[in-house]
């Protein structure tokens, strides 16, 4: 077993936009830094809507910014993701609580499937 001198915690919801931008932005850091074998990230769950039914991010995203300023803010996130080689094709798409998702996920994991 491999010993580090740092560990990252990577706290993330499958459902975040962001996620895959900090994600993104933290590996090219990361493979930037001379001492890279050293770090040990460890991805971790969180869920950003726990308990809340499958429903339209269009939808939600109108009842949440009601502002441009928001939606602007959100869209420029976007952006953030096309510049880290991320497509987000949110129109149309179902949000809600992630908890079966990540479920999914530390099943692969416990099986060596996952990152």
């Not at 830094?33 to 499958?54: K, M, N, Q, T, W």
């Amino acid at each position: 077993m491999m010993t580090y001198a740092l560990t990252v915690q990577f706290w993330g919801d499958l459902i975040c936009p962001v996620c895959p931008v900090r994600h993104a932005m933290l590996k090219a850091g990361v493979a930037q830094f001379p001492h890279r074998e050293s770090i040990e990230i460890v991805y971790r769950s969180s869920r950003l809507r726990p308990g809340i039914p499958p429903h339209r991010v269009n939808s939600y995203l109108k009842q949440k910014c009601g502002a441009e300023a928001d939606i602007a803010s959100i869209l420029g996130q976007v952006e953030q993701g096309a510049e880290a080689g991320l497509t987000y094709k949110m129109a149309n798409t179902l949000a809600g609580d992630t908890m079966d998702a990540h479920r999914v996920v530390h099943f692969a994991k416990s099986r060596g499937l996952q990152m």
